[in-house]
């Protein structure tokens, strides 16, 4: 708000008697509040600094060492073995006893610096053992319960946020050996005898040779960075791309799925900002409690969540930066081909969720019409990044146009109020779902900001969704604060009988702004926005609930629930397609600092092995091999020794050098027909799933990585429900999401009448006899082309 009156804080006029000066008290007011909140910010993070650089101790323990030091030393004993005296003799001349006070405090600064650092220390080499993972659930070893024992020891009390950070190990690199091995592996099912030896050759060249040269400098780099893999992953993988980021980068989430908690747009616009803040302000001040594995108190790394607000994507020619700024006291709103900025706090105080609904609506009333070009300027977001960088370099490098770019591109978020209506409704509700999704991933290609951090999308009919950019964080990060809004907009926020939102509005407060646009590169947006809409419209969308069963029924045959949904979707691809293909299912490496994600492979010889004995008729013993093989899979990567996030670096290291593998370059572009992602929910506490069962988010998804492939994301929502996104593209003519779908119902019901079915004596033996002639003599199949 300081920025608004700054301009009529106060006026002067030239005269002949002088200059006459008037100051307007009420301004001067809002920029001094508005100055205390910047300054009570800046307090607030630097005392969290002080106490997180302090963890596993607290800044009160160093007044406790600093007592027992010093009644030590009244004991006239010196527990410093003579470092006090040493001090002592550099220190100024003073009175002997002010100078022995002085130097047991330093001596017992720097002793209680050394037990930081040491507790620190075996806290990061604790934190580094991962046995535990690999173990049978509910056996725990004797060295697992003592390991337990001492992280909960040097964990210390009450950690904030980013207490763990220090803490937390850097991710290992696998040893180029390990990392072919497992390559092969996972290869095998899907070549024949002659690929897979040509590819073999290719593999022990490069582990003979090039190898350790790569190898030595991705060494060299996890010595000196805190994490080998993240920032030339952010930058490769993300950042210069050059293709449209829409679609082909950023994911969506969803609203709940059988209720809307109001039919007020402006009402549930109001709620969601003021939730969203709330989330903003608990970040700001580290109150959000650590992240953590399910079930468990292993810290998971915070990292991702510093980029989470304030921040956007800005294009460049080469490759693209991702832009974030210390605080933002506004956001910015799309209406009908408009744009605004919206002021959230009012004189240092963040605005009511009625204040913003009554925000919101004067946004929904202004009859202003779009200036021209305005409309479809989101357009260059959405389309390639090399046009829109240039425009930006041509046409908002100054005037008006930069500042109204600026001012969404340093907004804390950005929101669409959409004209359209969405969600489960009508007669045909999985179509009305099929549309829902498609308006979250990509809407008309204009009305979404594709470059900021994530995007709240609100509707005609108060349902709303957000669209998420994907550099700057994955979609856990993204998720916890998706829950976090869901359950304080309807739990804790709420809605009057009317549904408008609670409280009272201040009367004074000022209208939204609307940004103006002097120009607009027309000719640019039209061309962006052909690109975007062409991709948009190739996009096929199935969404679907699936609730014969969940988790409960799976967990009760003691099978991964996770394991059992890749089986599932190995099944029903081979079934569709009568082959198997590369898969990718998204694994978080965050048990290390700054880790994003690694790749699970998940069609493995025994997936392959269990669904060729499956469509022959037989077998219960294989799913059980197929299932622990993909468990164990997962582990591995999520414990730093999966197989291509390394292999991306040591390609990394090789276009640094200069050299060229035939070896890595093959790897590198298989394409991943099958790419699937699940998504936790990671806070169940908040959610009354027993007394409001209705109450349930859909999830979220993503379109599809290869032209010819699926985009498949999943998730288990309490114990009876599996909620599943599923894209492809319409231009190829083998893959349909509708088709898939069908068969992954199909495919979910036979795994599970398989496990409640008995097996037969004679099952049982074609089964291991088929396992084990399968590790060494796959069945003949189609490699997918």
């Known amino acids: 708000m300081a920025e608004a009156h700054q301009a009529v804080a106060f006026q002067f006029t030239v005269t002949p008697d002088g200059i006459d000066l008037k100051l307007s008290h009420q301004a001067l007011t809002q920029i001094y ?56 003799e550099h220190l100024p001349t003073a009175s002997c006893q002010c100078q022995t006070v002085v130097s047991a405090v330093v001596f017992s600064t720097l002793l209680w610096l050394s037990l930081i650092l040491t507790m620190r220390l075996c806290l990061k080499q604790l934190l580094s053992y991962h046995g535990w993972m690999f173990e049978q659930h509910g056996k725990l070893s004797s060295t697992t319960k003592a390991w337990m024992a001492l992280v909960r020891i040097f964990s210390g009390r ?31 099912p899907l070549t024949d005898a002659h690929q897979f030896e040509r590819m073999s050759t290719l593999a022990r060249e490069f582990e003979s040779g090039m190898g350790k040269r790569l190898q030595w400098y991705l060494k060299l780099k996890s010595l000196w960075a805190a994490n080998y893999v993240s920032d030339w992953w952010e930058e490769y993988i993300y950042l210069r791309g050059r293709g449209p ?24 616009a109001g709620n969601t900002i003021h939730a969203c803040l709330l989330y903003r302000r608990k970040l700001n001040r580290e109150e959000l409690k650590p992240s953590r594995i399910p079930g468990s108190f292993i810290p998971l790394c915070a990292a991702q969540c510093e980029r989470m607000f304030n921040t956007s994507r800005i294009p460049g020619e080469e490759t693209d930066t991702v832009q974030h700024w210390q605080d933002s006291e506004f956001v910015a709103v799309f209406h ?3 744009y605004f900025r919206l002021w959230v706090y009012q004189a240092g ?42 425009a930006r370099k041509t046409y908002f490098s100054s005037g008006p146009n930069k500042r109204s770019l600026d001012c969404i591109e340093k907004a804390a978020f950005f929101v669409t109020l959409d004209d359209e209506e969405q969600g489960m409704m009508g007669d045909d509700s999985g179509a009305s779902l099929d549309r829902y999704a498609k308006s979250l991933l990509h809407g008309k290609c204009y009305d979404r900001w594709f470059d900021k951090s994530f995007s709240f999308v609100v509707y005609k009919n108060g349902k709303n969704g957000l669209n998420a950019e994907h550099s700057w964080a994955d979609a856990p990060t993204v998720a916890h604060l998706w829950e976090y809004v869901l359950a304080t907009d309807s739990f804790q926020l709420g809605y009057n009988t009317e549904g408008h939102c609670k409280g009272e509005v201040d009367p004074s407060l000022p209208r939204p702004q609307k940004l103006t646009w002097e120009f607009s590169p027309e000719q640019q947006v039209g061309r962006s926005l052909a690109v975007a809409q062409a991709l948009a419209d190739d996009i096929d969308f199935h969404v679907f609930s699936f ?33 198997f293909c590369l898969t990718y299912e998204a694994s978080m490496t965050r048990l290390f600092r700054e880790g994003r994600t690694e790749t699970v492979r998940s069609c493995s010889n025994e997936s392959c092995a269990f669904v060729c004995a499956l469509e022959e008729g037989e077998c219960r013993r294989l799913l059980r091999a197929a299932s622990e093989r993909h468990q164990n899979l997962y582990r591995l990567a999520m414990t730093g020794g999966g197989i291509d996030r390394h292999l991306f670096c040591l390609y990394v290291v090789s276009k640094y050098l200069g050299l060229d593998s035939p070896f890595l370059k093959e790897v590198l572009s298989e394409p991943w027909r099958l790419s699937t992602s699940q998504t936790a929910v990671q806070q169940g506490e908040l959610f009354d799933m027993v007394n409001h069962p209705e109450f349930i988010s859909c999830g979220g998804g993503f379109g599809p990585v290869a ?21 492809c593209k319409h231009s190829c003519p083998s893959t349909d999401a509708h088709e898939f779908g069908a068969q992954v119902r199909k495919a979910l019901v036979d795994l599970l009448d398989l496990m409640y079915t008995e097996p037969t004596r004679t099952s049982t033996r074609t089964s291991t006899r088929t396992s084990r002639n399968y590790q060494h003599n796959p069945p003949a199949v189609k490699k997918d082309q």
């Not at 980021?245 to 809307?260: A, R």
């Open 547 to 579: 609730r014969d069963f969940g988790k409960g029924r799976i967990k009760k045959c003691r099978i991964s629930p996770d394991a059992f949904i890749q089986l599932t979707l190995q099944l029903a691809y081979y079934r569709e397609r009568g082959m």
């Open 33 to 88: 509040l508005s100055g205390l909140r910047s300054w009570k910010k800046r307090f607030i993070r630097l005392k969290n600094s002080v106490i997180t650089g302090v963890y596993p101790a607290s800044p009160s323990s160093w007044l406790f060492v600093v007592i027992a030091i010093l009644a030590t030393m009244y004991t006239r004993s010196d527990p410093s073995m003579g470092l006090i005296a040493k001090i002592q």
């Open 245 to 268: 980021i829409m679609v082909n980068s950023n994911y969506y989430g969803m609203d709940f799925l059988y209720v809307t908690p109001t039919p007020i747009q402006a009402a549930r």
């Open 349 to 390: 105080r963040l605005l009511s969720p009625r204040e913003l609904e009554h925000q919101v609506q004067r946004i929904l009333d202004d009859p202003a019409a779009p200036a021209p070009g305005e409309e479809r300027l989101g357009a260059l977001t959405a389309g390639d990044r090399v046009p829109w960088a240039e």
């Open 158 to 188: 009450q950690p904030l946020l980013y207490s763990y950070q220090g803490s937390l190990p850097n991710l290992p690199v696998p040893k180029v050996k390990d990392t072919i091995h497992r390559f092969l592996d996972s290869v095998r």
């Open 707 to 727: 032209d010819d492939g699926y985009g498949v994301s999943y998730s288990l929502v309490g114990e009876n429900m599996i909620n599943f996104h599923i894209s």
């Open 336 to 338: 009908r081909g408009r």
